[in-house]
């Protein structure tokens, strides 16, 4: 049996393993919440991560991200956690693509001078703003200039194709894997995935086949779900567990690494 699954299931955890969560929301919703305030969000976020053996989690401000709202508070809260807990949180800046430019270049700017190096977007809620649009195609001329990291919930084939061309440089991640983004990781050095998804039975273990598993990332899209919801297709998977370790933490730590965004605490880990 693997040594990674036989762990999980007598509850001991993830030992000896690298556990970063690459997909996390944090923060009001318009119908739910994870956490009402920053320092709930920090205690509570750890105590749930501990609990799952997850060393760090990449993050993003809730519902803030959707139309209508100001993505500008969720950034503030994102921030106001990750002073608390810089050892254990990634945050990803939001925008919304149908503000102004200057807007958004505006606070890519005030993000960035706060050490932030990854975006999250989600422009499909954001009245399905094209992921080639104007302002995001200013935006990924940012992350390339800048060195910065661009995770998406979605984007069609057919733009990241394009986008992943233009910025070569653009470490670009997919929110949300199904084997039809099977060409794009094939054909694009630089587009990675998040696993979240439901799938049929062996549907991790066949995209891992098709594309390896350099292409894959822990994700679990919590707290709005169970961090095990993520960590259980990638334990349970048939895939080696030097592949499992992989796909739990390293991948990204060598990505966040590559843009200055790993924390220091989880290098000795990573570099080791």
């Not at 305030?37 to 749930?48: F, G, M, T, W």
């Not at 890519?108 to 009245?127: F, P, T």
Request: glycine share 8%; charged share 20%; hydrophobic share 40%.
């Amino acid at each position: 049996m693997s040594t990674v699954l036989e762990n999980w299931i007598q509850g001991k955890g993830l030992p000896d393993t690298l556990v970063i969560d690459g997909h996390i929301h944090i923060g009001a919703w318009r119908h739910n919440y994870t956490f009402l305030s920053p320092e709930e969000a920090a205690e509570k976020s750890v105590h749930l991560c501990d609990a799952h053996g997850i060393d760090a989690f990449c993050s993003v401000a809730g519902g803030y991200t959707h139309q209508g709202a100001d993505y500008r508070k969720g950034n503030d809260f994102l921030l106001d956690v990750w002073r608390m807990i810089p050892d254990r949180m990634i945050p990803f800046l939001s925008v919304n693509p149908n503000d102004s430019e200057s807007n958004i270049i505006s606070e890519l700017d005030r993000m960035y001078s706060e050490g932030v190096r990854c975006i999250k977007l989600i422009n499909r809620y954001q009245e399905n703003y094209p992921g080639d649009g104007p302002n995001l195609m200013i935006l990924y001329e940012y992350a390339s200039e800048h060195n910065m990291i661009v995770f998406n919930h979605a984007w069609t084939n057919e733009v990241i194709m394009e986008i992943s061309e233009m910025f070569p440089g653009v470490t670009f991640i997919f929110g949300h894997y199904s084997n039809t983004r099977d060409p794009v990781l094939n054909s694009r050095p630089n587009v990675y995935t998040n696993i979240w998804n439901y799938g049929n039975l062996g549907w991790i273990d066949r995209g891992i086949a098709n594309c390896g598993p350099e292409k894959f990332m822990l994700g679990s899209d919590g707290f709005l779900n169970p961090l095990s919801a993520g960590i259980g297709p990638v334990v349970f998977s048939s895939v080696s567990d030097d592949d499992k370790r992989c796909i739990l933490g390293l991948n990204c730590a060598r990505l966040l690494d590559t843009v200055g965004a790993l924390p220091e605490n989880l290098k000795l880990s990573f570099l080791s």
